[in-house]
Nanobody, 119 residues
Framework: QVQLVESGGGLVQAGGSLSLSCAGS????????IDWFRQAPGKEREFVAG????????DYADSVKGRFTISRDNARSAVYLQMKNLEPEDTAVYYC????????????WGQGTQVTVSA
């Protein structure tokens, strides 16, 4: 199993930056791909970024390419999402999720952290 806890959300002005963390625990964390998803009010949950088990492969949604960076530190059982040049459209609850492959259906989810970007 994998337990995931997100942190780092908050309120930021447009053009600002935030860094989210996903702390993992459990025997399967280090053998799981980790994705970040987000869900804005009234919208479906969408994929944001993903990273492979060893961090050698990453993928991003077109809407965040060039602005967001995903990374992981397996020694610390953590995955990070660095977000810059934030836009009001990035406002959402952000979730990390663990699965077999990047963008595969996740097996485990965190509880989410709120990111709000003001205009």
């Amino acid at each position: 199993q994998v337990q995931l806890v997100e942190s780092g959300g908050g309120l930021v002005q447009a053009g600002g930056s935030l860094s989210l963390s996903c702390a993992g625990s459990g025997p399967e964390f280090s053998i799981s791909a980790i994705d970040w998803f987000r869900q804005a009010p009234g919208k479906e949950r969408e994929f944001v970024a993903g990273i492979s088990i060893y961090g050698d492969y990453t993928d991003y949604a077109d809407s965040v390419k060039g602005r967001f960076t995903i990374s992981r530190d397996n020694a610390r059982s953590a995955v990070y999402l660095q977000m810059k040049n934030l836009e009001p459209e990035d406002t959402a609850v952000y979730y990390c999720a663990a699965g077999r492959l990047v963008m595969s259906t996740p097996d485990y989810w965190g509880q989410g952290t709120q990111v709000t970007v003001s205009a």
